[in-house]
């Protein structure tokens, strides 16, 4: 069974920083690896995924994330951050031929300020 | 893109009642959809597996008598909390899989569910 942690349940910044979600995974077949977001009382949307080829991986809004096989982690960056940011980011890793099943870390929020 | 749709977007119900919350994928059909349950400041805890035509299956936990769940068609699914209490109150999430795809989740807006 796969497992995510994601190492930060908070993190601070100020508008226009970079910053840097982390994110490990532990499976013992190959995997697909997602990041969403969720803002206040309202459902996921995804940011990005990797299901493989490059593992630099982009997505919406600025967001990128980096496949690291050896470290088994799928960190997720982005450069300059804004006050509209500000959510809860969830990793989630799917192993392959598991029919869809998605399993998530804790979360991170991410709190931007001005 | 494919959406999915959850109604009712919140309610408030008293301990003892049951509710009702409806999952719909409103432009692709689904044979699969999934059911999460959200605690505040929690991650998303999968509740059951739901398949068009046959019975749900629930993850380990969760009481399949108490979280009735039907999927009597390709684009609804439909969760029923049966006697709810105050500890039943929370976040919950619908997903719908692509089936064009063997791994893209449509996750749905959320429920939010208060029992008083």
């Known amino acids: 069974a796969q497992s995510v942690t994601q190492l930060d349940s908070q993190v601070p910044v100020f508008e226009e920083a970079p910053v840097e979600l982390r994110c490990n995974y532990s499976?013992?077949?190959?995997?697909?690896l997602f990041w969403y977001v969720q803002y206040p009382n309202q459902g996921l949307q995804l940011l990005l995924k990797?299901?493989?080829?490059?593992?630099l991986v982009k997505g919406i809004n600025g967001f990128e994330a980096e496949f690291n096989k050896s470290q088994t982690s799928f960190h997720l960056r982005k450069p300059s951050v804004h006050i509209s940011d500000t959510a809860e980011y969830f990793c989630a890793v799917s192993e392959r031929n598991a029919g869809n099943m998605l399993t998530f870390g804790g979360g991170t929020r991410l709190m931007v300020k001005p | 893109g494919a959406v999915v749709s959850q109604h009712p977007s919140w309610v408030i119900c008293k301990s003892g009642t049951s509710v009702k919350i409806e999952c719909r994928s409103l432009d692709f059909q689904a044979t699969t959809m999934f059911w999460y349950r959200q605690f505040p400041k929690q991650s998303l805890m999968l509740m059951a597996t739901?398949?068009?035509?046959?019975?749900?299956?629930?993850e380990q936990g969760v009481e399949k008598d108490k979280f009735l769940i039907n999927h009597a068609s390709l684009t609804l699914s439909t969760l029923t909390v049966t006697s709810a209490h105050p500890e039943d109150s929370s976040f919950y999430i619908c997903s719908a899989r692509d089936p064009g795809s063997s791994y893209e989740q449509y996750f749905g807006p959320g429920t939010r569910l208060t029992v008083t």
């Open positions: 739901s398949n068009e035509g046959s019975k749900a299956t629930y």
């Open positions: 990797y299901l493989s080829g490059s593992t």
């Open positions: 499976s013992s077949v190959s995997v697909y």
